[in-house]
């Protein structure tokens, strides 16, 4: 089936540190992918997406690259601040009624 | 604009209870949501509304959940009767359109089944 894989665990980083965060899926077609982040005491909200294959999302500082040959959607921002602090979901959506399936997401925790 | 609000936010029940929850999209969102997010992993869609119509039901467990639209704006869940793996966090999405790349989400309802 459809599914997404993100890199098990929370981040914790210091302040203007280099964060990534991987995201691997599986998928029967060419799906549009996405991450979505959530704030503490906030609803989920879209980061960035790319709707095929080397598009490159960005916002906020954060870039992720849609790469076919690898199924890899891993996201990166330079320099994070304490604000970054959040939880961030891959997720895809394979067809016209933009169904997502979200992977486990990630907690990044970041320190001054 | 105002967003995707949802009722109540928190939630206690003993098995085998019934329970509502209530969501008001953002207005003029032909589109809604109700994903199911289970502690320590991401969403899973139980039900798709395009107005006050089904798209997709396919992952909700209809012997114990059910959904309506009515009027294609508010929506409710309901479950009945609860078991303790349905405690987790039931969030309502909204979009412009069906297709629509972003979701508009809700703060959740937490529910916790003892």
């Known amino acids: 089936g459809n599914s997404v894989t993100q890199m098990e665990g929370p981040v914790t980083l210091s302040e203007e540190a280099f964060l990534t965060i991987n995201c691997t899926y599986t998928a029967t077609g060419y799906p549009s992918l996405f991450w979505y982040v959530q704030y503490p005491g906030e609803g989920l909200q879209l980061l960035l997406k790319a709707t095929k294959a080397d598009d490159k999302g960005s916002n906020k500082g954060f870039e992720a690259t849609y790469r076919k040959e690898t199924t890899s959607f891993h996201l990166e921002k330079g320099s994070v601040q304490v604000s970054d602090s959040a939880v961030y979901f891959c997720a895809l959506s394979l067809d016209g009624n933009n169904r997502l399936a979200f992977g486990k997401g990630n907690q990044v925790v970041v320190i001054p | 604009e105002a967003g995707v609000a949802q009722s109540p936010r928190y939630k206690i029940i003993e098995k085998r209870q019934s329970v509502a929850f209530w969501c008001n999209p953002i207005s003029g969102h032909a589109t809604l949501y109700w994903y199911q997010q289970i502690l320590g992993q991401g969403p899973k869609l139980l039900i798709q509304?395009?107005?006050?119509?089904?798209?997709?039901d396919s992952q909700l467990p209809k012997d114990r959940f059910s959904a309506e639209r009515l009027k294609g704006v508010d929506s409710t869940l309901k479950i009945q009767p609860a078991k303790l793996e349905d405690s987790a966090v039931y969030l309502c999405?909204?979009?412009?359109?069906?297709?629509?790349?972003?979701?508009?989400f809700g703060p959740g309802t937490r529910l916790t089944v003892t």
């Open positions: 999405a909204s979009s412009t359109r069906q297709g629509a790349y972003e979701q508009y």
């Open positions: 509304f395009q107005n006050n119509g089904v798209v997709d």
